[in-house]
């Protein structure tokens, strides 16, 4: 009996393990060691639904209306985070990820917030100016704002802030293009720029730029090693850091000279953090957790039968996860177009998708979400077809039996490794044997694919709101720079290095889709990836969470307006 006329099966055996693994445990669904966990200083590291994301929306609980609640905010209280996510450290001017960005935007003031409409808000920029030409961004900052010890905020702070990401931040192409940043008075930062640049704004976000205060981190010593990181935190932001454990606990308490009057909300915001997802359920199921993202399907189905608890897909939008299987072009095999092309045949899409992720992934066919206005739906997709299969490998000169190859995963991702798993079967089918390759450990699997020292891997990349900053980085032949989640496959095309380069300088936003498709469709034909999934991005929170975060950043975007109404 082949693999395929035995998927019904594996689907129903798939979805009594996870029911069985609820009982005594549970599965994070991926975001727990996707980019949101694992980036690195030294490099780079969900959206909602899709176009074809029926069954994924249908399952939303009505966030809006329950989190509704009659009369004005109440100050005070402690908000808890359950958490699987552990942090290296707290300075994401240098850091990207999740794990980082969720307590560092409440210790960090960013300069612009952006609402659920992706339209920017003011934050620490009261307002803001692009040039005509697109070449400079002008800024001024508000006057009143202090850091956590007191000392001003002011626009040398925001200048050095964005010297020093475009410096360390792994997300090269983010400030790229930032050429000075003047500093005509305390208030007020121009932003000069070597080309338009449409991401600038985004870039304001909390999530990518905190300002971070000149007069700690300007001592001379490494900005993504220093103790000032972790240690003795002076932040910007609406809470100040008062216990930081990365293994068990990150505490935060108001900050009382917040520049927004009257904010936070919240007297106290803890972040518990868990080796595995058990815990934050049972503490939102018990009540003793207020908010948690990500847990393990089996629960997450549970979990939306639960009348005490949320369950949405909003927020997020920015991330734009995708889930993928990524080729190594330097092997000689795989370095040939015609059998990543049957590979991409052998597997069954909709079946990972429905089966292994239990419905609750959209399907994906490119590296931009299907949520962004750059996505291009009609690219070749790929669909089963074992016949044509066996037929590229035949015209490639391949026999039955000819290739073998390795598959390897993040440990710790149960979605990556359900995919890597059911990829071992499916090609047998065209006679390509695989076996699987795990890794011990995060780093160890980071060093793997960042050297070039694999063949095949299951990978979670985000978009991170715009392509600019989150795709071009995965296929710009310049950026193959021996760091994770960066150009790891490989991949070269002039063609697509210039479409990127000209699609990231164009604010036409009709002009970027028309060059996003055509990239599209180049990378569609020639598979230096097979995109699966596009993971929404899920929260579950109590009733009594107000003003929860379900902008397009999510948890990762500051919580001065939450508060708590019991």
Same mark, same amino acid.
């Given at each position: ?53 029926? /069954? ?5 609980? /009505? ?82 704002a ?11 702070d ?26 005509p ?19 304001m ?7 971070i ?62 080796? /595995? ?36 897909s ?12 990524? *080729? ?7 370095g ?15 079946f ?35 016949d044509?299969?066996?037929q ?26 359900a ?21 011990? /450990? *995060? ?15 299951t ?38 290095d ?8 164009? *604010? ?59």
């Open positions: 009996m082949t693999f395929h006329r035995l998927r019904a099966l594996l689907a129903l055996l798939f979805a009594v393990s996870l029911t069985a693994a609820a009982c005594g445990g549970s599965d994070d669904s991926g975001s727990a060691t996707d980019e949101g966990e694992a980036e690195t200083a030294t490099e780079d590291t969900t959206a909602d639904s899709g176009e074809d994301s029926a /069954d994924a929306g249908d399952q939303n609980s /009505d966030a809006g209306d329950a989190a509704a609640v009659d009369g004005d905010p109440v100050a005070g209280g402690t908000l808890v985070i359950g958490s699987t996510q552990v942090p290296r450290h707290l300075n994401g001017a240098v850091q990207s990820g999740y794990a980082t960005a969720v307590p560092g935007t409440q210790l960090n003031a960013g300069l612009l917030l952006y609402d659920e409409e992706w339209n920017p808000q003011p934050y620490l920029a009261e307002s803001w100016e692009v040039a005509d030409d697109g070449l400079s961004v002008t800024v001024k900052i508000v006057e009143n202090v850091f956590h010890d007191g000392e001003p905020i002011t626009s040398e925001v200048a050095f802030s964005i010297l020093t990401a475009q410096a360390h931040h792994p997300f090269k192409t983010m400030f790229a293009p930032v050429t000075t940043v003047d500093t008075d305390d208030y007020t930062a121009v932003i000069n720029l070597s080309q338009p640049h449409p991401a600038i704004l985004l870039a976000s909390p999530a990518l730029l905190p300002i205060p000149e007069h700690i981190f300007n001592d001379g010593q490494d900005l993504p090693t220093h103790p000032r990181n972790s240690e003795d935190f002076v932040g910007s932001g609406p809470f100040q850091l008062v216990e930081y454990n990365p293994e068990s606990i990150i505490r935060m308490e108001r900050f009382d000279d917040f520049f927004i009057e009257g904010r936070p909300y919240l007297d106290e915001i803890i972040i518990e953090i868990y080796p /595995d997802p058990s815990p934050a359920v049972l503490g939102l199921e018990n009540g003793t957790v207020h908010l948690s993202s990500a847990p393990g399907p089996a629960d997450l189905i549970r979990m939306q039968d639960n009348p005490d608890l949320i369950v949405t909003d927020g997020h939008e920015a991330i734009g996860q995708i889930t993928w299987l990524e *080729f190594n072009l330097a092997d000689p095999v795989l040939i177009q015609e059998v990543r092309q049957a590979i991409a045949y052998a597997l069954d899409r909709e990972m998708v429905d089966a292994l992720d239990l419905g609750l992934t959209n399907p994906t066919k490119t590296g931009i979400t299907p949520f962004s206005p750059f996505y291009d739906g009609d690219v070749e997709g790929y669909d089963l077809d074992l044509k299969a066996r590229l490998l035949t015209d490639a000169g391949f026999a039955e039996g000819d290739i073998e190859l390795t598959i390897d995963y993040i440990p710790g991702f149960p979605q990556g490794t995919y890597a798993e059911y990829a071992v079967q499916a090609l047998e089918e065209i006679g390509i044997a695989v076996s699987l390759n795990p890794s011990p /450990d *995060f780093p160890t699997w980071a060093e793997r694919v960042a050297s070039g020292e694999f063949q095949m891997t990978n979670n990349v985000w978009n991170w709101g715009d392509p600019v900053i989150g795709v071009h980085r995965t296929y710009l032949s310049s950026n193959r720079v021996g760091a994770i989640w960066t150009n790891n496959t490989g991949y070269e095309n002039a063609e697509v210039a479409l990127l380069d000209k699609a990231g300088q164009t *604010f036409d936003e009709a002009e970027r889709k028309d060059l996003y498709a055509q990239f599209q469709e180049i990378v569609a034909n020639e598979v230096p990836i097979y995109f699966v999934s596009n993971p929404p991005f899920w929260q579950v929170y109590q009733p009594s969470v107000q003003n929860p975060p379900l902008n397009i950043w999510g948890q990762m975007s500051p919580m001065h307006e939450v508060w708590l109404s019991e």
